[in-house]
T-cell receptor, first 116, second 114 residues
Framework: AQKVTQAQTEISVVEKEDVTLDCVYE???????LFWYKQPPSGELVFLIR??????QNEISGRYSWNFQKSTSSFNFTITASQVVDSAVYFC?????????????FGKGTRLHILP | EAQVTQNPRYLITVTGKKLTVTCSQNMNHEYMSWYRQDPGLGLRQIYY???????DKGDVPEGYKVSRKEKRNFPLILESPSPNQTSLYFCASSPGLAEVYEQYFGPGTRLTVT
Protein backbone atom coordinates (compact mmCIF):
# COMPACT_ATOMS: atom_id res chain seq x y z
CA ALA A 1 0.00 0.00 0.00
CA GLN A 2 1.02 3.56 -0.52
CA LYS A 3 2.37 5.52 2.39
CA VAL A 4 4.15 8.80 2.83
CA THR A 5 5.97 9.64 6.03
CA GLN A 6 7.11 13.09 6.98
CA ALA A 7 8.68 12.39 10.32
CA GLN A 8 9.40 16.03 11.13
CA THR A 9 6.21 17.53 12.42
CA GLU A 10 7.64 20.96 13.03
CA ILE A 11 11.01 22.60 12.39
CA SER A 12 12.31 25.99 13.40
CA VAL A 13 15.44 27.55 11.98
CA VAL A 14 16.92 31.00 11.95
CA GLU A 15 16.77 32.92 8.73
CA LYS A 16 19.59 32.20 6.28
CA GLU A 17 20.14 28.73 7.64
CA ASP A 18 19.71 25.74 5.34
CA VAL A 19 16.97 23.28 6.21
CA THR A 20 16.04 19.86 4.88
CA LEU A 21 12.56 18.42 5.03
CA ASP A 22 12.43 14.65 4.92
CA CYS A 23 9.99 12.52 2.98
CA VAL A 24 10.00 8.73 2.96
CA TYR A 25 7.53 6.81 0.88
CA GLU A 26 6.29 3.27 0.41
CA UNK A 27 4.86 1.91 -2.80
CA UNK A 28 4.33 -1.41 -4.51
CA UNK A 29 4.64 0.00 -8.00
CA UNK A 30 7.69 0.62 -10.13
CA UNK A 31 6.00 3.60 -11.76
CA UNK A 32 5.02 6.34 -9.40
CA UNK A 33 5.16 10.07 -8.95
CA LEU A 34 6.26 12.21 -6.08
CA PHE A 35 5.28 15.77 -5.32
CA TRP A 36 5.98 18.58 -2.92
CA TYR A 37 3.42 21.24 -2.10
CA LYS A 38 3.69 24.34 0.03
CA GLN A 39 0.88 25.71 2.17
CA PRO A 40 1.71 29.21 3.41
CA PRO A 41 -0.19 30.77 6.31
CA SER A 42 -2.74 32.14 3.84
CA GLY A 43 -3.90 28.56 3.33
CA GLU A 44 -3.63 27.92 -0.39
CA LEU A 45 -1.75 24.91 -1.69
CA VAL A 46 1.11 25.67 -4.05
CA PHE A 47 2.74 23.08 -6.26
CA LEU A 48 6.53 22.97 -6.00
CA ILE A 49 7.75 19.94 -7.89
CA ARG A 50 6.82 16.65 -9.51
CA UNK A 51 9.21 13.78 -9.98
CA UNK A 52 8.55 10.44 -11.66
CA UNK A 53 10.12 7.22 -10.49
CA UNK A 54 12.34 6.89 -13.53
CA UNK A 55 14.04 10.19 -13.04
CA UNK A 56 16.44 10.14 -10.12
CA GLN A 57 18.22 13.31 -11.04
CA ASN A 58 18.28 15.86 -8.32
CA GLU A 59 16.56 19.11 -9.07
CA ILE A 60 17.45 22.65 -8.14
CA SER A 61 15.19 25.64 -8.47
CA GLY A 62 16.68 28.75 -6.99
CA ARG A 63 17.07 28.19 -3.28
CA TYR A 64 15.07 24.97 -3.43
CA SER A 65 16.52 21.57 -4.19
CA TRP A 66 15.23 18.05 -4.10
CA ASN A 67 17.10 14.81 -3.54
CA PHE A 68 15.34 11.71 -4.86
CA GLN A 69 16.88 8.40 -3.80
CA LYS A 70 15.03 5.25 -4.78
CA SER A 71 17.43 3.11 -2.77
CA THR A 72 16.16 4.67 0.43
CA SER A 73 12.66 5.56 -0.85
CA SER A 74 13.24 9.16 0.02
CA PHE A 75 12.45 12.45 -1.66
CA ASN A 76 13.92 15.14 0.54
CA PHE A 77 13.53 18.85 0.10
CA THR A 78 16.21 21.38 1.00
CA ILE A 79 15.85 25.11 1.31
CA THR A 80 19.13 26.96 1.14
CA ALA A 81 19.56 30.31 2.84
CA SER A 82 16.05 30.19 4.22
CA GLN A 83 13.88 33.28 4.35
CA VAL A 84 10.93 34.23 6.50
CA VAL A 85 8.66 33.84 3.46
CA ASP A 86 9.54 30.16 3.42
CA SER A 87 7.54 29.69 6.62
CA ALA A 88 4.76 27.30 5.69
CA VAL A 89 3.54 23.76 5.94
CA TYR A 90 5.16 21.54 3.35
CA PHE A 91 3.54 18.36 2.10
CA CYS A 92 5.09 15.48 0.27
CA UNK A 93 2.75 13.34 -1.83
CA UNK A 94 2.82 10.09 -3.80
CA UNK A 95 0.76 8.70 -6.65
CA UNK A 96 1.15 5.21 -7.99
CA UNK A 97 -0.76 6.14 -11.17
CA UNK A 98 -1.77 2.55 -11.70
CA UNK A 99 -4.44 1.38 -14.10
CA UNK A 100 -7.25 1.62 -11.60
CA UNK A 101 -5.57 3.15 -8.64
CA UNK A 102 -5.04 6.82 -9.13
CA UNK A 103 -5.14 7.80 -5.52
CA UNK A 104 -2.82 10.45 -4.28
CA UNK A 105 -1.47 10.04 -0.78
CA PHE A 106 -0.14 13.01 1.15
CA GLY A 107 2.15 12.98 4.12
CA LYS A 108 1.01 14.73 7.28
CA GLY A 109 3.14 17.72 6.52
CA THR A 110 6.06 19.51 8.11
CA ARG A 111 5.45 22.94 9.58
CA LEU A 112 8.49 25.09 8.96
CA HIS A 113 9.15 28.23 10.97
CA ILE A 114 11.83 30.58 9.73
CA LEU A 115 12.78 32.92 12.54
CA PRO A 116 14.04 36.39 11.69
CA GLU B 1 -7.58 33.07 -15.52
CA ALA B 2 -7.05 29.36 -14.97
CA GLN B 3 -8.51 28.43 -11.66
CA VAL B 4 -10.40 26.05 -9.45
CA THR B 5 -13.27 27.63 -7.59
CA GLN B 6 -15.11 26.32 -4.57
CA ASN B 7 -18.29 27.52 -2.96
CA PRO B 8 -19.01 28.33 -0.29
CA ARG B 9 -15.71 29.26 1.28
CA TYR B 10 -17.11 29.03 4.77
CA LEU B 11 -20.09 27.09 6.01
CA ILE B 12 -21.53 26.43 9.42
CA THR B 13 -24.32 23.89 9.52
CA VAL B 14 -26.07 21.51 11.85
CA THR B 15 -25.91 17.78 12.10
CA GLY B 16 -28.01 16.00 9.52
CA LYS B 17 -28.71 18.91 7.21
CA LYS B 18 -27.70 17.95 3.70
CA LEU B 19 -25.20 20.21 2.01
CA THR B 20 -23.27 20.48 -1.21
CA VAL B 21 -19.91 22.11 -1.77
CA THR B 22 -19.40 23.01 -5.38
CA CYS B 23 -16.14 22.78 -7.28
CA SER B 24 -15.53 24.04 -10.77
CA GLN B 25 -12.44 24.27 -12.96
CA ASN B 26 -11.99 26.14 -16.22
CA MET B 27 -8.91 24.31 -17.50
CA ASN B 28 -10.63 21.36 -19.18
CA HIS B 29 -8.89 19.04 -16.76
CA GLU B 30 -9.83 15.39 -16.71
CA TYR B 31 -8.82 14.58 -13.16
CA MET B 32 -10.60 16.13 -10.18
CA SER B 33 -10.36 15.29 -6.54
CA TRP B 34 -11.60 16.22 -3.09
CA TYR B 35 -9.45 16.31 0.03
CA ARG B 36 -10.02 17.11 3.62
CA GLN B 37 -7.36 18.64 5.80
CA ASP B 38 -7.32 18.10 9.53
CA PRO B 39 -4.68 19.14 12.07
CA GLY B 40 -2.01 16.51 12.41
CA LEU B 41 -3.47 14.38 9.65
CA GLY B 42 -2.42 16.27 6.56
CA LEU B 43 -4.50 16.02 3.42
CA ARG B 44 -6.60 12.94 2.89
CA GLN B 45 -8.26 12.13 -0.37
CA ILE B 46 -12.02 11.66 -0.19
CA TYR B 47 -13.00 10.93 -3.78
CA TYR B 48 -11.49 11.43 -7.18
CA UNK B 49 -12.68 11.35 -10.75
CA UNK B 50 -10.70 10.46 -13.81
CA UNK B 51 -13.31 11.82 -16.19
CA UNK B 52 -17.02 12.44 -16.64
CA UNK B 53 -19.14 9.74 -15.01
CA UNK B 54 -16.05 8.06 -13.54
CA UNK B 55 -15.53 8.42 -9.80
CA ASP B 56 -13.53 6.41 -7.28
CA LYS B 57 -13.13 6.35 -3.55
CA GLY B 58 -10.08 7.82 -1.95
CA ASP B 59 -8.94 7.00 1.55
CA VAL B 60 -11.79 8.56 3.52
CA PRO B 61 -15.00 8.35 1.45
CA GLU B 62 -17.42 7.47 4.25
CA GLY B 63 -20.17 10.03 4.65
CA TYR B 64 -19.52 11.72 1.31
CA LYS B 65 -20.86 11.48 -2.20
CA VAL B 66 -19.68 13.02 -5.42
CA SER B 67 -20.84 13.25 -8.99
CA ARG B 68 -19.16 14.16 -12.24
CA LYS B 69 -21.85 14.92 -14.80
CA GLU B 70 -19.80 17.56 -16.53
CA LYS B 71 -16.08 17.78 -16.97
CA ARG B 72 -15.76 21.12 -15.22
CA ASN B 73 -17.80 20.40 -12.09
CA PHE B 74 -17.23 18.01 -9.23
CA PRO B 75 -19.56 18.71 -6.31
CA LEU B 76 -19.05 17.16 -2.90
CA ILE B 77 -22.26 16.12 -1.17
CA LEU B 78 -22.73 15.47 2.51
CA GLU B 79 -26.11 13.80 2.82
CA SER B 80 -26.18 13.84 6.61
CA PRO B 81 -23.26 15.81 7.98
CA SER B 82 -21.85 14.96 11.37
CA PRO B 83 -19.46 16.89 13.64
CA ASN B 84 -16.55 14.65 12.65
CA GLN B 85 -16.84 16.08 9.16
CA THR B 86 -15.86 19.49 10.45
CA SER B 87 -12.78 20.17 8.39
CA LEU B 88 -11.08 22.20 5.71
CA TYR B 89 -11.95 20.85 2.28
CA PHE B 90 -9.97 21.30 -0.90
CA CYS B 91 -10.95 20.53 -4.44
CA ALA B 92 -8.21 19.97 -6.98
CA SER B 93 -7.87 19.29 -10.68
CA SER B 94 -5.14 18.22 -13.05
CA PRO B 95 -4.89 17.47 -16.77
CA GLY B 96 -4.78 13.76 -16.10
CA LEU B 97 -2.93 11.22 -14.09
CA ALA B 98 -1.46 9.22 -16.93
CA GLU B 99 1.37 11.68 -16.90
CA VAL B 100 0.63 12.70 -13.35
CA TYR B 101 0.73 16.41 -13.61
CA GLU B 102 0.63 18.83 -10.76
CA GLN B 103 -2.73 19.42 -9.16
CA TYR B 104 -4.30 22.84 -9.06
CA PHE B 105 -6.08 23.41 -5.80
CA GLY B 106 -9.10 25.50 -5.00
CA PRO B 107 -8.99 28.01 -2.14
CA GLY B 108 -10.60 25.66 0.34
CA THR B 109 -13.94 25.44 2.12
CA ARG B 110 -14.00 25.55 5.88
CA LEU B 111 -16.95 23.51 7.11
CA THR B 112 -18.18 23.42 10.67
CA VAL B 113 -20.88 20.93 11.65
CA THR B 114 -22.46 21.53 15.04
Amino acid sequence: AQKVTQAQTEISVVEKEDVTLDCVYETRDTTYYLFWYKQPPSGELVFLIRRNSFDEQNEISGRYSWNFQKSTSSFNFTITASQVVDSAVYFCALSEAGYRDDKIIFGKGTRLHILP
Amino acid sequence: EAQVTQNPRYLITVTGKKLTVTCSQNMNHEYMSWYRQDPGLGLRQIYYSMNVEVTDKGDVPEGYKVSRKEKRNFPLILESPSPNQTSLYFCASSPGLAEVYEQYFGPGTRLTVT
